[in-house]
């Protein structure tokens, strides 16, 4: 179970995480929603490591994250897609997921790259084009095979959907889903809470660095004002 325990976060030395509580279970999906600046890019950077934190703790199975550099995060087996579908533009498609395997064994390289290539069979007969020529959804599922080579138990994605057409989202929501039933627990930041709550059977809601609903997907379907306010502010 990867756990967040009453996180604090500052930066530029104001505070923008007062106290965060989350828990995501093996397999299970989790919506974090909540408007520009709520702070959830701040909650993925800290349990990516990326960020330091204040106060609180990030588990995963018992086990502090919180402290550990990003490399290390990534080996205990939290893997994150940042906001940006960035990729390695002069590298080939393969390439960026040779990269992102190359702290696995050697043996387990290509073995992994074909496994994520099985999950995108679309990028295929584009390994070898240098990544920039590719669209923004071919970008985001590099990134996503990119995360999945390492064989994460804990998926988080900040921004699946963000400037993408809807059919690429429909795909990559497929994928989530398919990654989560093999067992991977996802954290999912998606602009549009219709589809997060569709694939998320968890939702958080951030507003202003705090937590302004935390519970099943249906129950917050069930009370659109609480959305409402906090996207209002
Ligand atoms: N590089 C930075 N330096 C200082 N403060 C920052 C920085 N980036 C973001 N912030 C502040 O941190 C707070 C949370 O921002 P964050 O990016 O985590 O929000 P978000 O929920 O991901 O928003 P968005 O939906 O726009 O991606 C905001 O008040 C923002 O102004
Ligand atoms: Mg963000």
């Known amino acids: ?32 929603l909540g408007a520009n600046g709520a702070g959830k890019s701040s909650t993925v950077m800290a349990i990516a490591g990326v960020l330091p934190v204040q106060s609180g703790s ?11 550099r990003p490399e290390r995060v990534r080996a205990a087996g939290v893997a994150v897609v940042p906001e940006g579908h960035k990729v390695l533009g002069d590298l080939s498609i393969v390439d960026n997921l040779r990269v992102a395997a190359s702290n696995l064994p050697a043996g387990q390289v290509n073995a992994q790259v074909e496994r994520v290539l099985d999950i995108f069979p679309e990028l295929r007969p ?22 999945l080579v390492v064989m994460p138990r804990f998926l988080i994605i900040d921004e699946l959907s963000l400037g993408l057409s809807p059919l690429i989202v429909q795909r990559l929501a497929a994928v989530v889903r398919e990654v989560a039933q093999q067992g991977v627990g996802v954290l999912l930041i998606e602009q549009f809470t219709s589809l997060a709550l569709d694939i998320a059977s968890q939702a958080y809601v951030l507003e202003r660095g705090r937590l302004a609903f935390a519970g099943d997907s249906p129950t917050l379907r069930a009370q659109p004002d609480i959305l409402h306010s906090s996207y209002l502010g």
């Open 1 to 32: 179970m990867l756990t967040v325990q009453n996180l604090h976060l500052q930066r530029g030395g104001k505070a923008v995480l007062h106290g965060i509580d989350l828990s995501i279970q093996p397999g299970q999906i989790c919506a974090l």
């Open 58 to 68: 990030i588990l995963l199975n018992q086990q502090p994250l919180h402290g550990l």
């Open 126 to 147: 584009k390994l070898l084009l240098p990544a920039r020529a590719l669209s923004g959804g071919q970008k985001q599922m590099v990134c996503i095979a990119q995360a």
